[in-house]
């Protein structure tokens, strides 16, 4: 079989399991209409840490610790982790994961950066070359608007446009058939990942920062076609397709984009950033980060999966790729998004 | 075949080949040693753009545009980039590359991340997700002062112990067995990637920005010796032992805790650091930055590899994980390494 489809795609030739997940957030995340699907909630967003920087250190490795246990496992299980995290360098990542003493890809798309680490692990498990495989990212919203945006003692005024950083981190552990069979995974529960679409770098020129959902919606756009064109599929064949953090301003760009080239996927759209918050809660556009992609998964859409109410997902994490820097010298945010093809107690059409 | 060697090594089925290499330097590296082997040497660091942000995307671009060009490849031939750099967010790639638009993985192991771009890409070509993967990343002097330590016009006096970021960008496009017959590599001149060895975070706990060699050569230490273990070979199995950007502090801290677990490498050993640049440079300890050991390679280990003096060469990309905030937080410099084993013209022993 050719796993190799189209321009962009890849068809799994041994589909990997997600064998399980674990999703730890902040206060006003567990505040929101998802709180009862999260595995913990945190009652201080500094985690009991010195530094916001170290507290999203702090619950990656939470969340890590909590994947691994609900799959009865122990680190040297684990053969690789792929992680990564909005802060510069992938601080949270490289310091919230060292006691794991796992071998360690770090990765980076902004906020689609789930997308890429599920994607780049359930290749690694296909082709043979790990078992079990972490794919873990997080945000956190002190730490991304301090080195982001504006000291939060400023109080500044939020734009309608802008997002909320989710506090968070969501884990999976991807792993092959014959490790899926020995943690007892039934056939009706087992989440796999039977494709992946992987993005290109989209710029439009849209140069404002404070609305991200304008700069990733034609990427979020772009993959999801070359998706259903690669494979050969309408919008019709998923129960839904779900971008990661576009909020209410990027919802309506996309949807705009899918309508005029044919594509109308209204019916079965989500995005995890409007999702994550209530409106009442004063976010504006909605949430984002890599955490809001990967907690919603990791909380909700497995459970949504594995429970039969859908059958086939198309996980869409979306980043927008910009720099403290970049943003100071002008540049515009160009956009980028992974799709990821998720699918539980059906078979292959 | 079993891919999975011991604890932390892969060795491939079906080993990818090099069939293509570039790399584009600053003036500084164009006045060292290695001058005569690099593709292109800068006439002005800027490379004519406004920022040395922007600079460092263009030179990206450049050793992108020359690695294809060589291979007689177009863009569309070309199914993954796996990119990264130093700057936060990962600027370089992410600017640098979008003309390309190749659906793309942003990497970030500090210095290491030639050895993760090429570790990743070699596994998705060998397990047949991609026929064609361009592995690159890049460096700039000046866009990593500014971001990690002091602007350039202060004109701050630099300690023995500390580095200087080499200015560059080192591209290889690494292929499937089937592509690299079809660019009309005869059989001496074919460098393959037979094995990798993924490094684990090592923190000894140092905590000196300005002396990365020695918060790094644990890490290289770790990887190296993980290497021979798993694949049961002695250091004299490799013509050369090369790691990234230790330079001459870290060099012999390397060669201390290598002859402490009972191996001598020294009669092997070569660090791209203290290559680049000669002593008359005034460039303290050495060079460093993920373009130090992409240039090198790209430019001259490859060479040498082909041209027979070396058969097989142990390729340890290292890094130095710290941000600007991890070090005014007062956090230690842990560190990584990748391990990539070339081989050409002779076949596994």
């Not at 919203?141 to 504006?150: G, H, L, T």
């Not at 989209?202 to 700069?215: E, H, Q, R, Y």
Request: hydrophobic share 40%.
């Amino acid at each position: 079989m050719e796993k190799q489809i189209g321009k962009q795609s890849v068809r799994f030739e041994n589909p990997p399991y997600i064998v399980s997940s674990a999703a730890i957030v902040g206060q006003k995340e567990g505040e929101g209409p998802y709180a009862k699907f999260f595995d913990e909630i945190l009652g201080d967003d500094k985690a009991g840490c010195e530094s916001w920087e170290e507290a999203e250190g702090k619950i990656q490795e939470m969340a890590a610790n909590k994947a691994l246990s609900k799959a009865g496992m122990e680190n040297k299980d684990i053969r690789y982790i792929i992680a990564g995290d909005l802060l510069g360098q992938l601080m949270a990542s490289s310091f919230g994961l060292i006691k794991l003493e796992i071998p360690m890809f770090g990765v980076y798309g902004a906020c689609s950066t789930m997308g890429e680490s599920i994607s780049i692990a359930s290749m690694l498990v296909d082709g043979g070359f790990a078992d079990n495989i972490l794919a873990i990212t997080s945000s956190h919203f002190a730490s991304a608007e301090k080195q982001f945006r504006f000291p939060l003692g400023y109080g500044n005024q939020r734009k309608r446009a802008a997002t909320w950083t989710v506090t968070g981190s969501g884990a999976v552990v991807i792993a092959s058939k014959k490790m899926a069979e020995k943690v007892n995974m039934s056939d009706k529960n087992k989440v796999h990942i039977t494709g992946i679409t992987t993005g290109k770098i989209v710029d439009l020129g849209v140069k404002d920062s404070m609305n991200m959902g304008a700069c990733m919606a034609p990427a979020a756009g772009n993959v999801i076609i070359r998706n259903l064109i690669d494979n050969g599929r309408k919008p019709e064949w998923y129960d839904k397709i779900i971008t990661g953090d576009l909020g209410l301003v990027g919802k309506d760009i996309l949807l705009d984009i899918m309508r005029s080239k044919g594509y109308d996927i209204a019916d079965r759209y989500m995005d995890c950033g409007i999702e994550i918050y209530s409106r009442e809660q004063n976010i504006q556009a909605g949430g984002s980060g890599c955490g809001c992609s990967a907690t919603m998964l990791a909380g909700y859409i497995l459970k949504m999966l594995e429970s039969g109410k859908w059958h086939r997902v198309l996980f869409v994490p979306t980043g927008a790729l910009l720099s403290p820097v970049s943003f100071n010298e002008g540049d515009s945010v160009p956009g980028i998004a992974h799709a990821v093809v998720l699918e539980c107690g059906e078979t292959e059409v």
